[in-house]
Each structure stands twice: as C-alpha cells, then as structure tokens.
C-alpha cells in the first residue's frame, strides 16, 4: 500500500501557490477530495485557538474552536454546492500528543456541521508503515493529489504537486482501505479524547 508513493514524480509549491492551485482545481468540476493527516505535531499560528492552547489556556482554546463554525458552514455549503463529496481520515499515535488532543476538538466541530471524518489509531497500521509512514495528502478527484508539506519546526511549508493518475488512483486505493477501517469519529473521541486531562504544552 502505497508502494509507488515515494517515486512519484512532483512540482514543489510554496504555500500561496499551493492554496490558489488548490482552489482553481477544487472548482474544476471534481466530485470528491479525500484527505489523509498523519502527522502528530503542527503549528497554527494565528488561529486563536491554536493560539491559546500553545499559550496553555486549554478552556479558552476549546471555547475559541467554536469561532471557526460559520467559516466551516461556509466551507460545506460550499461542497455542497458544488457536489463535491469530502472525507477525512486522521491517524493518531499513542499516546495523544497535546497536539493532536486539541485538534480533535476542532475536528469534532467540523464533524458536527457535516464533515466526513474517521479516526485510525496508527498501532493498527503499524504493518504498512515499516519502513515509513503513511502520506499526508490531499487527493482531488483523480485529477491532482498534493502532499502536504511542514518545516521542521510543524509550520505549513506549500505542497508537492502529483498529476500522474496511475499514482492517484493508486493512492486513492490505498486511501478507501484504510478509511473503512477507520472509526466513527464521536465513539473514538467520547473514549479516547474526553477521559484525558488538559495536555502540558511546551511551544
């Protein structure tokens, strides 16, 4: 699974290039987005509520999150408008990192306003990724599949660009498999996410 990824022939995007070739495509008339996130340590800088739990103020961090709501709504509408159907798997390591801890409450707020998105604790993959792990991408249709790129520092850094639809559509496969062993997001969060203690951040 995923054999073919790290030959893949790519054009490197800054992060603006990224964004605007990431819109022109997502309005091109494709039907379907899937997007894979396994890393376990980002940085958000200037999301509030990013903000605030790198700050260590994880009740305003939660309660800021819900500023995001009509921009997701928005976002949805948008999908919908367009007939595009979006989906989300994240991987989670364990133990949860602070990170990752605060993002599912971010990622609960998306789902409740429609968002497709399944939880895969990475223990259960640990077979396909022995010798690295599974990619980050963003994969439009069979059009166009970014892997999403961070500096060393969990900054996002633009993207590397793939057209080869063989690499797609393999990708794509690779992607379904691991989705439908994914786990509804509200049982993983209720039994993962809510029992923890507000995380110690060190940013």
Do not use: C
Request: cysteine-free; hydrophobic content about 40%.
């Amino acid at each position: 699974m995923f054999d073919s990824f790290p030959l893949g022939v790519s054009e490197r995007l800054d992060r603006p290039a990224y964004h605007a070739d990431f819109r022109r495509v997502y309005k091109s008339g494709i039907r379907r987005l899937n997007k894979l996130e396994r890393g376990q340590n980002f940085k958000e800088r200037g999301f509030a509520s990013w903000e605030a739990f790198a700050a260590g103020e994880w009740n305003r961090a939660i309660s800021l999150a819900q500023e995001k709501r009509n921009t997701y709504a928005k976002q949805f509408h948008e999908a919908a408008r367009l007939d595009i159907l979006e989906r989300r798997l994240r991987i989670v390591d364990f133990p949860v990192t602070p990170y990752v801890q605060w993002e599912m409450f971010v990622l609960r707020l998306r789902v409740e306003l429609g968002d497709n998105i399944r939880v895969l604790d990475a223990r259960k993959i640990s077979e396909i990724e022995k010798e690295r792990p599974v990619p980050e991408v963003v994969i439009l249709g069979d059009v166009v599949m970014y892997e999403v790129l961070y500096d060393d520092d969990g900054n996002a850094a633009g993207a590397n660009r793939f057209t080869d639809r063989t690499l797609i559509r393999e990708t794509s496969v690779g992607f379904e498999a691991l989705y439908k062993r994914g786990e509804d997001f509200h049982s993983f969060f209720d039994r993962e996410i809510i029992p923890l203690a507000p995380p110690v951040v060190a940013y």
